[in-house]
């Protein structure tokens, strides 16, 4: 029997109990159904016209749901009970703010203009022919290093792949990236770096199986509800797993845990080399798989071995015998579930950390079977596609910028020459194109789908690089965000509901998408502006056909599964109607096959070979490259890499100045910049705005009571926010980064701020490129207004 939860607009019911009624099972049970259901106030199910097969956008879960119609409007969000990854529930930004935020009033329903220093509305044309004149001049003049693109992990298959081409081999630029480099570069790098390939080894499934479950820098229950739901479940039936958390914060998830690990933020490299010298000393490694299947065993003994759980416990600033507790629960358990987030991924030596986690698994030979599993987190819906298709600067289906057949296989697929593809150095990472964009040599920039007015580190600088008179930045959005008040164009987007299209969440399951409504007044989907653009700009193969030939998102799709034939990704046995039929296919499924494995490396044989992997790999302490020459000497050849590194801590550490450590993060009723959360009536009445958490030491020492406006201030900027006294460990200061400026008064940012990325440094892991959001020194005070009143 499925259970039915039904929510109503104004009905705060899921926000006060946000991961709803618990439904047991057991080890090697069957998660039960529970399917919820949201409606516009007033309507029951019986009045829906139709309902229309989808997934939730609002984090990296991806759950499958069905849209309901009525009058040709979104009115409510229902979880399909056979779906693989959901099982019928949905979170309280599903709920909430999936249709709700697709229907603001604000909503851009014209093109903008920017004219005599205002944004005016103008016609398609009028926009199109702007970008082109601007993007055709300076492709003329300068080539093809003028220009940049910046996307999101909020697009489609289709779009991501439609940007790649036109990107690489129209314009031909090596200068984009998205803004899963913000969120899961490491993600990507740190399974690159040990198995030779992206991609998710373990499921959902494996939560079902398993012992125990250690969450690497991973807030599950803030992050992806439902699946915390999942965990919850587990832990409420018989044989439930030990959990282990590692976190400086006493979160919901950690509350949970058998052993809570709150290090200090940038040290999590020393914890993962005393667990790993814990698993050495006491024999509980699977020699036998290691000396099969794995390459560096001997350096990573060496790298450990200073790391005992007293000095990790001094550096870490936690008890060494919880370190002893949670290496023996890792290290005398069968099946162990492991999941790394942005604790880990924008911390200090990222890379190098999620790949210490990594190595756990393979020093116990837990990967490729039931309970044993390893995710390397998504936190975007659609984080995964970016990478798979190459948007994000990376070369698409996984391939090599450094294999020059890879290369090659792309070219002869678009028909152009393999030099046009940009190749020659590794694509450029965010940070550095907007470094480009600062100095001037990107001079058009086009962003899609995000706002780096909010999320980028620094935003002082940020906002000041994108107002530059010199740089001609293109906004393709639902809203007029932070970002595209800065302009030159802004071109409105159809959103979730508004168009069709596939994605593929943290687990490689992909879903689809149908167009549900017609986007509000002359907004298009991104896939149509982006062939839009292709075609003005003229851009064709070789034999004179377009390059974009391709006429709606099915054609789009069937161009990408090409791309990824024969590719650790294949998608070439997935199709529309294969989608239609089943709620959330893995990949690979290849031509022919209908079946997925659910599990990755169930044979031990890794995407190492130097012909087929994505990378050769990196130093994790510098970031130089490995090259194809040093690789294949090291003779992989389907074994795995146990990569290590030397420790060297935070980038800003703490000191007399700035005392505080501050780390950033998410709340459960926001996501990113609340571009359609904080359109939510009820999500922005449960988190209205931006707080900072502090220790209680730390507050009494600095007369902070609960609820006063405190002031933070870095080397960078400030922000002002009202105090939070909570079980944070000491010495650390905690604030959500969603509050920007769009709903607040004009100038804000200046005397009143608000967003914690004014408060964060411009400085990124050496490998994944990923910023440093999760480490910046500060200081707190009451603010003086307040102190003095």
């Not at 986007?519 to 193969?541: N, S, T």
């Amino acid at each position: 029997m499925v259970q039915r939860t039904t929510t109503s607009a104004g009905d705060a019911s899921r926000i006060e109990d946000v991961w709803g009624d618990r439904t047991p099972y057991e080890r090697g049970g069957h998660w039960p159904g529970r399917v919820d259901l949201a409606l516009q106030s007033g309507l029951s199910e019986a009045d829906v016209d139709t309902w229309v097969r989808s997934a939730c956008v609002l984090c990296s879960n991806g759950c499958g749901c069905d849209i309901a119609v009525k009058d040709g409007r979104m009115v409510g969000i229902r979880g399909r009970a056979d779906d693989r990854i959901n099982h019928g529930r949905l979170g309280p930004k599903g709920l909430y703010a999936s249709w709700q935020g697709m229907r603001g009033g604000d909503r851009l329903t014209h093109p903008l203009i920017r004219r005599d220093g205002e944004l005016v509305e103008c016609t398609w044309d009028e926009a199109m022919d702007a970008i082109v004149q601007r993007s055709s001049a300076l492709l003329e003049e300068v080539g093809p290093l003028s220009h940049g693109f910046y996307t999101s992990g909020q697009l489609f298959i289709e779009e991501y792949y439609a940007l790649a081409v036109l990107g690489k081999a129209g314009v031909g630029t090596p200068h984009m990236d998205g803004n899963t480099r913000l969120c899961t570069a490491t993600a990507a790098s740190a399974l690159k770096e040990t198995f030779g390939a992206d991609g998710q080894p373990g499921c959902y499934e494996d939560i079902d199986e398993c012992e125990a479950m250690f969450l690497w820098g991973h807030n599950l229950a803030a992050t992806q509800t439902v699946t915390w739901s999942r965990v919850l479940d587990r832990l409420a039936g018989p044989n439930p797993p030990r959990l282990v958390v590692i976190d400086p914060r006493r979160t919901p998830t950690a509350e949970k845990a058998e052993v809570h690990l709150p290090v200090r933020p940038g040290t999590n490299l020393a914890l993962l080399l005393a667990l790993e010298r814990e698993l050495m000393e006491n024999g509980w490694i699977d020699e036998e798989f290691v000396d099969a299947h794995t390459l560096g065993i001997e350096e990573l003994r060496g790298r450990a071995q200073e790391w005992t759980p007293e000095r990790a416990a001094e550096v870490c600033g936690v008890d060494a015998d919880d370190i002893r507790r949670a290496a023996r629960i890792f290290g005398e358990t069968d099946r162990v579930f492991s999941t790394v987030l942005q604790g880990f991924y924008q911390s200090a030596q990222a890379t190098a950390s999620a790949c210490q986690v990594n190595n756990l698994h393979l020093l116990r030979g837990m990967i490729g079977r039931p309970g044993a599993g390893l995710l390397q987190m998504n936190g975007q819906p659609t984080a995964q596609n970016n990478r798979e298709c190459g948007a994000d600067g990376d070369l698409p289906g996984f391939r090599n910028w450094e294999n020059p057949e890879h290369v090659q296989q792309l070219a002869d697929l678009w028909g152009v020459d393999a030099l046009k593809i940009p190749h020659w150095a590794p694509p450029t990472h965010a940070m550095q194109l907007f470094r480009y964009a600062e100095q001037g040599s990107i001079s058009f920039l086009w962003v899609s789908a995000t706002n780096p007015a909010v999320s980028l580190p620094q935003l002082p600088r940020i906002r000041e690089l994108l107002a530059k008179k010199e740089l001609f930045l293109v906004v393709q959005d639902l809203y007029l965000t932070e970002t595209a008040e800065l302009a030159d164009v802004v071109l409105p987007a159809a959103g979730w509901g508004e168009k069709t299209g596939t994605f593929t969440n943290a687990t490689r399951t992909v879903h689809l998408s149908e167009k549900a409504v017609e986007p509000p007044g002359e907004a298009r989907a991104d896939l149509d502006i982006f062939l839009d653009y292709a075609r003005r700009m003229g851009f064709r193969r070789n034999d004179g056909r377009p390059l974009l030939d391709w006429e709606g998102p099915e054609d789009a799709y069937r161009a990408w599964q090409e791309a990824s034939r024969g590719r650790p990704c294949d998608y070439t046995g997935i199709s529309y109607d294969d989608l239609r039929r089943e709620s959330g296919i893995q990949w690979p499924r290849r031509e022919g096959e209908t079946e997925s494995p659910p599990r990755l490396y169930t044979d031990f044989d890794f995407p190492s070979h130097p012909a087929y992997c994505e990378s050769y790999g990196h130093d994790l302490l510098t970031g130089a490259t490995v090259g194809d020459e040093s690789y294949k000497a090291l003779r992989p050849d389907g074994r795995a890499l146990l990569k290590s590194a030397a420790y060297s801590g935070p980038h800003e550490p703490p000191d007399e100045e700035y005392p505080l450590r501050l780390t950033t993060g998410r709340s459960v009723y926001h996501f990113h910049t609340r571009t359609k959360t904080g359109r939510s009536p009820e999500l922005t009445l449960a988190a209205p705005e931006v707080w900072l958490e502090v220790a209680v030491e730390d507050a009494e020492e600095r007369g902070i009571a609960e609820g006063d406006l405190v002031e933070v201030v870095s080397r960078r900027g400030r922000i002002v926010a009202p105090a939070r006294i909570s079980e944070i460990r000491r010495g650390t200061v905690f604030a959500p980064f969603h509050y920007g400026y769009w709903d607040a008064p004009p100038g804000a940012e200046e005397r009143h701020p608000t967003a914690a990325n004014e408060l964060t440094i411009t400085e990124w892991d050496p490998v994944s490129k990923q910023p440093v959001f999760k480490s910046a020194a500060v200081q707190v005070g009451r603010y003086a207004e307040e102190a003095g009143s």
